[in-house]
Structures are given as C-alpha cells and as structure tokens.
Antibody, heavy 124, light 106 residues
Framework: EVQLVESGGGLVQPGGSLRLSCATS????????MSWVRQAPGKGLEWVSG????????FYADSVRGRFTISRDNSKNTLHLQVKSLRAEDTAIYYC?????????????????WGQGVLVTVSS | EIVLTQSPATLSLSPGERATLSCRAS??????LAWYQQKPGQAPRLLIY???NRATGIPTRFSGSGSGTDFTLTINSLEPEDFAVYYC????????FGGGTKVEIK
C-alpha cells in the first residue's frame, strides 16, 4: 500500500523558514517523480514544485522560485521542501504527491497518490 | 501561464441526477487535462486523466470528454458519496488547476 506522510509544518513568522518532509512507503521511491501541491484555507489547489526520480531535475512555480527548494533522499524514501522567506500568502496545507499515472517518469504530470497534507501558517 | 476556468462554481443536484462540469482553458491544451475529486478534510483523488481515461478504481459513472480548450466531466446518476468539490488540472504547459466546482445536495 502506498503511503505518503508529511511533517514539518507549523506556525512561522513572516520571513521565516521551515523544512517540510514527506516520508513514503509502498512503492519504489527512486523511480517516481514527486511534487508538492498546496491549498490555502478554503481555496483551490496550486502546484508548487516537482522533482524527478533521480533528483537531478527540479521544477518550481513562479510564485515560489528562489524561495523554496525541493530535494529528495532516495536512500530514505523521503521528499523535502525547504521553504524560506515565507509570506502570509504561503499559508496553506502542503501536500506531497506522486506524479502519475505514467510510471512516474514525467515530472510535470498528474498526481495519482497524495499524502494527507501538513499545515503551514505564516503569521506574526 | 494557462488559466483553467471551471463552471459553474456550485452545482445543486439530487442523488440519481446527472452532473455536468465544465473546464475551459485559456489556450489549447490538446488532451492534457485531468479531473480530481476532493471531500472536506481529505486530499484530492485523481478521477480522470488525459481527458477521458479513468484512473484506477474509479467507477464507470465518471466520464470525461473534450479537447483543445473545452472539457467536461460527467457524473451519471450521482451517488451520495459524489457530493464534493471537483478540480481540473492541465499538464500541457507547466501545471495549473482550475478553481473548482462544488457539487452539493439539492
């Protein structure tokens, strides 16, 4: 069974930083591209960042480029998102998701498995 | 940036009725559109990908159609568990989501 469990969220002041993690199991992690998708409270979905299975190809939405860094540790089956220079508009639930359903090769794809999300609140 | 516009914002229907949801792209995305269902407090679930392909385990009452800029998700004979918010997403040029359509019980 595929499992994605996010952690690392919380309350942070504007300008602050956090490191989000997504622990995975139930599939061959290194074979699948992964992404982070966020959802502001009561709002729609926004893709934030994605990364190839090998970790050598990261992609970012314009809204976070230069502030967020995606990475992965294939030895620990874990995806990370380092978020810096946080703004109030970054407040959201952050989901990690597996790129699919084409075998995980395409980074900018759809998402066929999602974690339950972790809340990041940016407020003073 | 490709903008996806979903309509209507809210659809009020009764169980057993058919739901027709629309997603319009600001430019052609050929067939590269997916649909997701999201229930309160849950992560989204992939329903349809590449316009008309049902994801694993998705009931046949869900179907997708369209091409270019205009796409439709049809839910035949709504079941109680189908009342939720539905999002479209494109992968033609980077990634973007529509604003969602809420299907509520009339």
């Amino acid at each position: 069974e595929v499992q994605l469990v996010e952690s690392g969220g919380g309350l942070v002041q504007p300008g602050g930083s956090l490191r989000l993690s997504c622990a995975t199991s139930g599939f061959t992690f290194s074979s699948y591209a992964m992404s982070w998708v966020r959802q502001a409270p009561g709002k729609g979905l926004e893709w934030v960042s994605g990364i190839s299975g090998s970790g050598d190809r990261p992609f970012y939405a314009d809204s976070v480029r230069g502030r967020f860094t995606i990475s992965r540790d294939n030895s620990k089956n874990t995806l990370h998102l380092q978020v810096k220079s946080l703004r109030a508009e970054d407040t959201a639930i952050y989901y990690c998701a597996i790129s699919g359903p084409f075998g995980g090769v395409i980074v900018l794809s759809y998402f066929d498995y999602w974690g339950q999300g972790v809340l990041v609140t940016v407020s003073s | 940036e490709i903008v996806l516009t979903q309509s209507p914002a809210t659809l009020s229907l009764s169980p057993g009725e058919r739901a027709t949801l629309s997603c319009r792209a600001s430019q052609s995305i050929t067939k590269y559109l997916a649909w997701y269902q999201q229930k309160p407090g849950q992560a989204p679930r992939l329903l349809i990908y590449d316009t008309s392909n049902r994801a694993t385990g998705i009931p046949t009452r869900f179907s997708g159609s369209g091409s270019g800029t205009d796409f439709t998700l049809t839910i035949n004979s709504l079941e109680p568990e189908d009342f939720a918010v539905y999002y479209c997403q494109q992968r033609s040029n980077w990634l973007s989501f529509g604003g969602g359509t809420k299907v509520e019980i009339k």
